[in-house]
């Protein structure tokens, strides 16, 4: 056997030495990694448990873990939770199905999302937006549940109080479109007379079909010594803004007829444009289209000027359709519209139409009841507009007196 020397020990155990030494730094450095990696965890737990809700179960749906938020909201303690299925935490608002499509995923090794409404342990409700996955075996199949929450309780509240200043202010805004409606509707003639009417001496009908309660088309008629006038307006656009617009005009007419007695379709087109520029400073902010009719049913004439609205005559037979400009009320129409007179005669009528939903087939339609008796055209009329029609359309028939 050979013999070791003095200096072979001493250089093994130098080597040794320096072997222990590094070993003893690489741990001292292990250990000061582990710490570190430790605290952070400490310290990334402790956020995630001051922000999120988290539990975990068995496949069975039994609590395995809860962290300290999860507590704090349900108002369980720890070992009240452990060792307790879920669902003690479940809402009878919640329906069934919503637990059936959540189990139904997690078992497919899916990830569910959702909002869930859960109950407190003092029976208060409390929400929360959870994500609930598995952790998955080496072959695929889930062995455990974790489920983090995100307590949504202020924000479904708030949620609820939008909702219910929401609906207060839909009420009142419904509210508003019926008194607007109200008054819109008290301001305009019956919508309908006869010959014996001590206020409109031509027979006339009016049908106004709409699903608003503040409509876009309106009309008014006044009479003296043996003439009629009448306007039909149309307002397209605005809202609650139609009805005050229609309001408006409607005042606007009694003045320039009852008040100052201007009876030409050319003169109340000239002061409706200036009034209405003056008023808005410039154009009306919705277009306004309408017809000025004056009928005088003593000598046999009809004067009119219409923008944009459409109206025909029917004589004995014959359809003659009336001629529309197409501009609005208060483009300063009259620099270049001008009044239409035509002669008339015994058992004439006049049908007027307004509003977005008339169109050229419904005016081949309507001219099969033109032939009928005047008293039966209002039903006729009305029938075919309903119940199927949802659009607005204002229809004014008036006839001429047979000698």
């Not at 582990?34 to 001051?50: M, V």
């Not at 307790?84 to 637990?99: T, V």
Request: proline share 5%.
């Amino acid at each position: 056997m050979q013999q070791v020397t003095a200096g072979e020990l001493i250089e093994v155990f130098d080597h040794l030495s320096r072997n222990l030494a590094q070993y003893e730094g690489t741990y001292a450095a292990l250990e000061e990694r582990l710490r570190s990696l430790e605290r952070e965890f400490r310290d990334r737990q402790a956020i995630l448990d001051k922000f999120a809700i988290i539990s975990e179960t068995d496949t069975r749906g039994v609590i395995t873990y809860a962290n300290s938020k999860f507590c704090e909201v349900s108002g369980y303690t720890l070992e009240e939770l452990v060792g307790k299925p879920h669902n003690i935490i479940r809402h009878p608002d919640m329906p069934r199905e919503a637990f059936k499509e959540l189990w139904d995923t997690i078992k497919a090794g899916q990830i569910w999302q959702g909002e869930v409404k859960n109950r407190r342990k003092d029976g208060s409700a409390y929400w929360v937006l959870a994500t609930v996955g598995p952790l998955l075996d080496a072959e695929g199949y889930p062995y455990r549940y974790v489920s983090m929450r995100i307590d949504i309780t202020k924000l479904k509240e708030l949620e609820a109080k939008l909702r219910q200043e929401r609906d207060q202010l839909a009420h009142e805004l419904e509210e508003n479109f019926k008194l607007a409606g109200a008054i819109q509707q008290a301001l305009l003639p019956p919508t309908e007379t006869s010959p014996s009417s001590s206020s409109f001496p031509l027979p006339y009908f009016v049908i106004l079909h709409s699903q608003q309660k503040v409509k876009g088309t309106f009309y008014w008629l006044h009479a003296t010594r043996g003439r009629c006038l009448i306007f039909v307006g149309d307002i397209r656009k605005g809202g609650i803004a139609r009805g005050l617009l229609s309001v408006l005009c409607i005042q606007l007419l009694r003045h320039l007829v009852k008040d100052r007695g201007i009876l030409s379709p050319e003169r109340v087109v000239e002061e409706l444009d200036n009034h209405l520029a003056r008023f808005f400073q410039s154009k009306p902010p919705f277009p306004i289209e309408g017809m000025v009719i004056l009928v005088d049913f003593l000598r046999l004439k009809l004067s009119y000027l219409a923008l944009g609205t459409q109206a025909v005559l029917f004589r004995q037979g014959s359809v003659i359709p009336l001629t529309s400009y197409p501009h609005h009320f208060g483009e300063m129409t009259s620099r270049y519209a001008r009044e239409t007179t035509i002669a008339l005669a015994p058992a004439d009528r006049l049908y007027v139409y307004a509003g977005e939903s008339f169109h050229p087939d419904m005016k081949a339609e309507f001219q099969t009841f033109y032939p009928l008796d005047f008293a039966r055209q209002r039903e006729a009329f009305s029938q075919a507009l309903s119940p199927h029609f949802s659009g607005e359309l204002l229809i004014l028939g008036i006839e001429i007196p047979s000698a």
